[in-house]
């Protein structure tokens, strides 16, 4: 597994990659195909996206980074809104020299990639969200206000294993816990509260890059909701069912994942 620091700003930010490596610090080099960039959800880190970056390296360049405090990059604490993660991904992005690259997000991943594509309206040749992806994704105030009780000591960490779909393989609930487990809870509730205060309904209109809205086979129907009202909200937006697949597809069918990027990657271009 290809893996390098990049130094972004003043944050020493971990880089997951496919294909040849360089000298450290340098950026990972060029590969055939489309690049695709992704972003993590709450809590997690670029790890979460091995899969898909282990079936798209064969056709395309797939990078994966830790947000500041997040996994293996520095910081203590989150970034404080979305705008700034967005910031932070283009910023590594320049650094990197990715040009028009897919925008994968995953959750909060995807508040960050419709907030870049509303920012650098002409930098991605494409956007696909996954995770829950909403206009409206603010977390419950239950949700922020427990991780608020476990930073102030008060309350013990709960992992979240919900939104699975039913036969989801016990090795890839393991995966995921030891992923959530690498990023303090201070970043978690950072990553929410940012969230929560995103107006997204305000900023995906100025979105010009077709976004592809993915649904687990197995996620809610207000879930679907969700998805198909962003589809609509964008200009060229459509969704797409992940076969076998919760609101953790990343984790769980990460190749049928990796098939619809590709997919949006080879539209992008034609």
Known sequence: ???????????????HHRGPTTLPGHPPAPAPGATVLCLHDVALNGNVFAGVLDALAGGHRPIAFDLPAHGRSGGLDSL?????MAGQAKALADRLGLVAPVLLGDGLGAAVALEAAATWTDWPAAVVLC???SATPAPSADAIEQVRLVTAGRARRQFDSTGYAPDTAREVYQRAFGEWMKTDPRATLGDLTALAAWDGAARIGAVEAPVIVVVGEHETPEARTAAESLAAAVRRGRVETLAGAGRRGVLEQPAGLAAIVAAAAEGSAT
């Open 80 to 84: 404080a809104s979305v705008a700034a």
């Open 1 to 15: 597994m290809a893996q390098k620091y990049i130094t972004v700003g003043a944050v020493a930010t971990f880089v």
């Open 131 to 133: 995770g829950g992806a």
